[in-house]
């Protein structure tokens, strides 16, 4: 089932609400704590879980264990799985050291860059020449890539990344790349995000002055 981007990434975020429910010592839930957790109408919970067969009970709500098994399935993350990263940058080695990852089912398996000096074949998460990345994709059949280069570079690399078999793509540079075929992009523009943030602090503080 393919639906729209609003409704998983919701989906994304009552699972992470489920768990710190459940670290709360909850065992049932209802669609008023999780609109509560996450800030949407109780009605938008049950349309959610509704467009993938997950009804709950009234009186007795939803099980906690099992929601989080069911939206995991969803989301894909019952099963590992592998990424690979272009670029060890900044983002690129922020996201290498991230310990985030294993907990919610992501393996970074291997970094590409085409700096020499960079290079660590033995290393826990292995940093390799640029031009090795098609045969580690289909070797490890792996279908997900992070871009974390220049943008000079981001298009050509999300060509390569096509090119080897990847399916979806996580896009740091701050451009829209041009996408060929079935593959997904998600763009992550950091700078426009932090200017967002900037100008809604900005107008707050004007509008307590006035």
Request: hydrophobic share 40%; with cysteine; charged share 25%.
């Amino acid at each position: 089932m393919i639906t729209n981007k609003s409704c998983i990434i919701r989906l994304s975020r009552y699972k992470n609400a489920l768990y710190r429910l459940r670290a709360l010592g909850f065992v049932k839930v209802f669609s008023d704590n999780l609109a509560d957790a996450i800030g949407v109408l109780p009605s938008q919970v049950r349309k959610d879980f509704s467009l993938f067969g997950i009804s709950g009970n009234k009186r007795g709500g939803y099980q906690v264990d099992s929601l989080i098994e069911k939206l995991n399935t969803i989301l894909g993350k019952e099963q590992t799985q592998e990424v690979i990263i272009a670029g060890l940058g900044n983002i690129g080695n922020a996201l290498m050291k991230y310990k985030g990852f294993e907990k919610e089912g992501l393996k970074i398996s291997a970094c590409f860059d085409i700096d020499s000096t960079k290079y660590s074949r033995d290393s826990d998460i292995p940093v390799l020449p640029l031009e090795e990345m098609k045969e580690f994709v289909r070797a490890k059949r792996i279908k997900i890539g992070v871009i974390a280069v220049p943008d000079i570079a981001a298009q050509s690399v999300l060509d390569m990344m096509t090119a080897c078999g990847i399916k979806g793509v996580l896009n740091f540079a701050p451009l829209r790349l041009r996408a060929s075929g079935d593959i997904v992009v998600n763009n992550v523009n950091l700078e426009l995000e932090l200017e967002n943030v900037i100008y809604f602090v900005n107008a707050q503080e004007k509008t307590k002055v006035s």
